[in-house]
């Protein structure tokens, strides 16, 4: 299992206009909750009024989407990793420092508010056992970090440059800023 951002082609999702409701009623306790909404409103409305964060799932399955955000909302995960060459080839942005995002399960419900902390792109064998360690699955091994995702990147690659123990590798920390 791993953990890279995507969107678990199996989640069971809600009708798109259900889908969407559930995504804004979501955002609007977690700005709430978050005190994301702190602006005097003299200043006017603001884009984080009209338009939620980017929403998302972990790994490629609604099971392992289930785990992992499991991982996150009891404090264990706390980081995240995904092949550079996949948002290349699905013309994604990477993650930012200060970014938020939503976070599905695996029946496509918004259960978590994330900020992201850090972000860092090194290649897969430069990976440190920190990083491993912050992503709070299997034994928390630098070597289990590094048998999943190879396994993981091999399978659920959207690029065609197959799996290189030197390829890039997003590593993401992030921190939780409201759940449901």
């Given at each position: 299992m791993s953990d890279d951002r995507s969107r678990p082609d199996d989640l069971a999702t809600a009708e798109?206009?259900?889908?969407?409701?559930?995504?804004?009623?979501?955002?609007?306790?977690?700005?709430?909750?978050?005190?994301i909404s702190a602006?005097?409103?003299?200043f006017g409305p603001t884009p984080l009024d009209s338009v939620p964060p980017p929403t998302w799932a972990f790994g490629a399955s609604a099971e392992q989407?289930?785990?992992?955000?499991?991982?996150?909302?009891?404090?264990?995960?706390?980081?995240?990793?995904s092949a550079l060459w996949d948002y290349e080839a699905e013309g994604e942005q990477l993650p930012e420092q200060g970014a938020l995002s939503?976070?599905?399960?695996?029946?496509?419900?918004p259960r978590a508010l994330l900020e992201t902390s850090e972000v860092a792109v090194v290649p897969f064998d430069e990976v440190d056992e920190e990083h491993a360690r912050l992503e709070g699955e299997g034994d928390?091994?630098?070597?289990?970090?590094r048998a999943v995702h190879e396994q993981f990147f091999t399978a659920e690659a959207t690029h065609?440059?197959?799996?290189?123990?030197d390829m890039p590798v997003v590593c993401e920390r992030f921190r939780v800023l409201y759940s449901d």
């Open positions: 798109p206009d259900e889908a969407e409701e559930q995504v804004r009623t979501f955002w609007d306790l977690a700005r709430l909750h978050a005190h602006v005097p409103t003299y989407a289930d785990k992992l955000l499991g991982l996150v909302l009891d404090g264990t995960k706390t980081a995240t990793a939503i976070v599905l399960d695996g029946s496509g419900r928390l091994s630098l070597a289990h970090w065609e440059h197959g799996f290189r123990s």
